[in-house]
């Protein structure tokens, strides 16, 4: 059996008014404001945090150590520098990672620095050009409202 033509010219006119009923609506002012591309993209550092030659032992400073890793994130992030960061499982030495809103590998090196598990030489840093969606930016918003309030 043939198809005839102008039922497929139709479900075709269906479908594509269906897909742009489907396609978000471009937000200039977003993506002016977290620095995309026409292609949505842009720059970031990433940076992957290995085990480094001074394991600190367990104990209190260790704890404060750990204390200040986090509480650095927080400042960065909130500063809008630091757009990720998550813990890695050690597999060969890898235990984290930062993404930093910024193509300059000097200002993502000089924004790790500040951090004690890197002083301490607990980890070390590793720095890569890194070219992204410009949504990432985003995350750290949205992820603040995925944490649920204590009671």
């Not at 992957?48 to 509480?71: Q, V």
Request: hydrophobic share 45%; aromatic share 8%; net charge neutral.
């Amino acid at each position: 059996m043939k198809p005839n033509a102008a039922a497929l010219l139709a479900l075709f006119c269906t479908l594509a008014a269906h897909a742009q009923e489907a396609a978000p609506a471009y937000d200039a002012a977003k993506a002016q404001a977290w620095g995309a591309n026409d292609n949505g993209m842009r720059a970031y550092t990433f940076v992957l945090l290995k085990t480094g030659p001074k394991r600190m032992p367990d104990g209190p400073a260790r704890d404060e150590m750990f204390k200040g890793h986090f509480a650095n994130i927080q400042r960065l992030a909130n500063e809008g520098l630091l757009v990720y960061a998550g813990p890695l499982d050690g597999v060969d030495g890898w235990r984290g990672l930062f993404i930093f809103a910024t193509a300059d590998l000097d200002v993502a090196r000089k924004a790790v620095e500040t951090d004690p598990v890197v002083i301490n030489g607990e980890m070390v840093p590793e720095l890569h050009k890194h070219y992204g969606s410009a949504a990432l930016v985003g995350v750290n918003d949205q992820h603040n409202r995925l944490i649920k309030p204590k009671p």
